[in-house]
């Protein structure tokens, strides 16, 4: 028998315990800055130094963050479940813990691309990404990250096992930016949605939702459990 297939959409607020600041706590800048300066296009045009100064940061934030009991939960649930973590996130906690299946809409930090060819993607080492460091092509390299504005080149995919999911866990995202958000309004209405947040998102009411008001650890812990009653174990 196969396994379920268990979607997971996870946001921000499953890196919290592990020390990773969430992006909507403080009126909307991240470390001091407007978002726009930093993650969008237009940013980047006007200011790379500071671009890329401000992923350095966070990438030297998240060299040394270790996954939680969040992350875990997600990495058990795999030996009852065909398990995809769909994640906005773009630290690489999620596959520190083990996970298998890590989509990540939003790009990833530990990863650098070039400016002329997006297809040239780079695993980074380190923390650092500077004025002069160059893809192959001789272009500068930019963070591979999707940015305000930009396209979200893996959405389609996330669509497609959204729509696929025999259950659904939303877990720490403000459901605010789309189209990720918009993922929910694929799943089908037989299937079970629980959404774990500590302040729950406003959601339009569907059928067979599950609001779990906890942080990520203890509301994983308990969704956790109730999917294993459904086995009888
Ligand atoms: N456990 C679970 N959820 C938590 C915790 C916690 N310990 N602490 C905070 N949260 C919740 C908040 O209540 C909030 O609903 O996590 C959510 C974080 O929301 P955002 O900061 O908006 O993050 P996210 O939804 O991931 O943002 C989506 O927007 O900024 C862009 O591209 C960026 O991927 C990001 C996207």
Not at 51 to 59: A, H
Not at 182 to 203: H, R
Request: aromatic share 8%; net charge negative; proline share 6%.
């Amino acid at each position: 028998m196969p396994k379920p297939k268990l979607a997971v959409l996870s946001g921000a607020g499953i890196s919290a315990e592990s020390g990773i600041p969430t992006f909507r706590d403080a009126n909307g800048l991240w470390e001091g800055h407007d978002v726009m300066e930093v993650a969008s296009p237009q940013g980047w045009q006007s200011n790379p130094e500071l671009v890329l100064e401000f992923y350095n940061q966070r990438r030297k934030a998240a060299l040394n963050a270790v996954p939680n009991r969040g992350h875990e939960i997600l990495v058990e649930l795999e030996q009852w479940y065909d398990v995809t973590v769909i994640t906005q996130n773009v630290d690489n906690l999620h596959e520190k813990a083990g996970s298998s299946k890590v989509l990540h809409l939003h790009g990833e930090l530990f990863k650098s691309r070039s400016t002329v060819d997006e297809s040239l993607v780079y695993q980074m080492s380190g923390w650092e990404l500077n004025l002069g460091d160059y893809c192959e092509k001789g272009s500068q390299l930019r963070p591979h990250i999707v940015w305000f504005g930009e396209s979200v080149p893996m959405m389609d995919d996330a669509a497609r096992l959204s729509r696929a999911a025999e259950v659904f866990i939303v877990v720490g995202t403000s459901l605010v930016v789309y189209p990720a958000a918009g993922l929910l309004n694929t799943i089908g209405p037989e299937v079970p949605k629980y959404i774990i947040d500590p302040n729950m998102p406003s959601i339009s009411s569907m059928p067979n939702l599950f609001l779990v008001e906890k942080i990520g650890s203890a509301g994983l812990t308990e969704v956790k459990e109730r999917l294993l009653r459904s086995y009888g174990l």
